[in-house]
């Protein structure tokens, strides 16, 4: 997975041991105080969309991400959405095992993760905790060989388990069409930088009709699909300003989306309030 990390001492120390096993990955890590974190830009530089299932075997984690935040404790589980930006921080030596997994691998089985919007914990206390903990265990043992369809069939295990405790804790799944309309977003915001990206374009892909298509963005969104296309590639320019990741503001233009230069500076200054150009100024970096 593409992220930052900063270590929290001079020397840091760690070790990790991870495989693949088609599109999910098991990893085992220790570590000394370190922190990782993903940002908004490199997300829509990405085609990974993927869940982390994280087991804490020593230290804390500090996990942020969007509104919400919590710690992750010695026998908790958190689940973690790779495709919203976040943080995590470890204060001591850690000790923890990870599943990655590509949410299409969880969706029909766990929907509640299309709307998380932050992290979901599950603590040792829990009635579920020594199954989940059985299950990450035996799929993480790298001194035991696994074969893809074992690694599969125990993924599937997972996702029922988590289920499972998200119904009993009270955490609402979405119904049909909210789940819709988060697989169209996504898609959008994975292909922002197409210029040609259009309504027809994004609603053949996501296997709906255009007329479906329109109808989520007003439902769910409160806005239209050209609205929230507009918003979401100016947010992305901002994104992309503030990490002083381009030179011009023809540069962040076309890099968003956006054919045309003067009419990006115009939408962006309604947005925001002031020109593109006064960011890169205030940088000393060419207009």
């Given at each position: 997975m593409d992220t930052d990390f900063a270590a929290s001492e001079p020397q840091f120390e760690g070790a990790m041991y991870s495989r693949q096993h088609q599109d999910i990955r098991l990893v085992n890590f220790t570590n000394s105080p370190?922190?990782?974190f993903r940002r908004a830009p490199r997300l829509r530089r990405t085609t990974e969309d993927s869940l982390i299932l994280s087991f804490q075997w020593s230290g804390t984690a500090h996990i942020l991400q969007g509104r919400k935040e919590g710690v992750s404790r010695p026998g908790d589980f958190c689940l973690l959405d790779?495709?919203?930006?976040?943080?995590?921080?470890?204060?001591?030596?850690?000790?923890?095992?990870?599943?990655?997994?590509?949410?299409h691998a969880l969706g029909a089985r766990l929907p509640v993760v299309m709307r998380?919007?932050?992290?979901?914990?599950?603590?040792?206390?829990?009635?579920?905790a020594p199954?989940?903990?059985e299950l990450v265990v035996t799929l993480t043992n790298h001194q035991r060989s696994?074969?893809?369809?074992?690694?599969?069939?125990?993924v599937g295990a997972?996702?029922?388990?988590?289920?499972?405790?998200?119904?009993?804790?009270g955490v609402s799944v979405p119904t049909a069409t909210e789940s819709s309309f988060e697989i169209v977003k996504r898609y959008v915001d994975r292909h922002l930088a197409d210029a040609e990206l259009s309504a027809a374009q994004v609603a053949s892909a996501c296997r709906?009709?255009?007329?479906?298509?329109?109808?989520?963005?007003?439902?769910?969104?409160?806005?239209?699909?050209?609205a929230y296309l507009i918003r979401s590639r100016l947010d992305m320019a901002n994104d992309l300003l503030g990490a002083a990741a381009a030179a011009s503001v023809t540069?962040?233009?076309?890099?968003?989306?956006?054919?045309?230069?003067?009419?990006?500076?115009?939408?962006?200054?309604?947005?925001?309030?002031?020109?593109?150009?006064?960011?890169?100024?205030?940088?000393?970096?060419p207009r």
């Open positions: 370190h922190r990782i790779t495709s919203s930006a976040f943080e995590v921080a470890f204060p001591q030596h850690t000790k923890r095992s990870l599943v990655v997994m590509p949410r998380s919007f932050g992290p979901l914990f599950i603590r040792k206390e829990d009635t579920l199954l989940l903990k696994t074969q893809r369809q074992s690694v599969e069939t125990l997972l996702a029922a388990v988590l289920g499972m405790h998200f119904v009993d804790a709906v009709s255009l007329r479906t298509l329109h109808r989520l963005f007003a439902r769910h969104g409160d806005t239209s699909f050209e540069e962040i233009a076309y890099a968003c989306g956006f054919n045309n230069p003067s009419h990006f500076t115009k939408r962006y200054t309604e947005r925001f309030g002031h020109p593109p150009s006064h960011a890169l100024k205030k940088r000393g970096l």
